[in-house]
Nanobody, 118 residues
Framework: QVQLVESGGGSVQAGASLRVSCAASGGGRIILGWFRQAPGKEREFVAAIGWSGLNTNYADSVKGRFTISRDNDRNTVHLQMNNLKPEDTAVYFC?????????????WGQGTQVTVSS
């Protein structure tokens, strides 16, 4: 059983930066990713990172602005979000994925709110 706990959400203005983190336990060598869900919309894939941290995958909407990284010593994955836009407003969920290009999570965290105002 994998447990995921997100942290670091908040409210910022457009153009600002924010980092969300996820502490994982119980999973071993797992692929981790981030999804988000805006009000009234379906949950969508944001980014994923392989066990070594060398391989990553991003949604087109965040490429060049978001960076996913992981610290395996601390079993933590981070999502650094730069140049935030109002359309990035959503609840951000950490998840495990069966493979790097999967858009379906297996285990989920509880989510953390990110709000970007214009």
């Amino acid at each position: 059983q994998v447990q995921l706990v997100e942290s670091g959400g908040g409210s910022v203005q457009a153009g600002a930066s924010l980092r969300v983190s996820c502490a994982a336990s119980g999973g071993g060598r797992i692929i981790l990713g981030w999804f988000r869900q805006a009000p009234g919309k379906e949950r969508e894939f944001v980014a994923a990172i392989g066990w070594s941290g060398l391989n990553t995958n991003y949604a087109d909407s965040v490429k060049g602005r978001f960076t996913i990284s992981r610290d395996n010593d601390r079993n933590t994955v981070h999502l650094q979000m730069n140049n935030l836009k109002p359309e990035d407003t959503a609840v951000y969920f950490c998840a495990t994925l069966p493979w790097l290009t999967s858009k379906i999570g297996t285990y989920w965290g509880q989510g953390t709110q990110v709000t970007v105002s214009s």
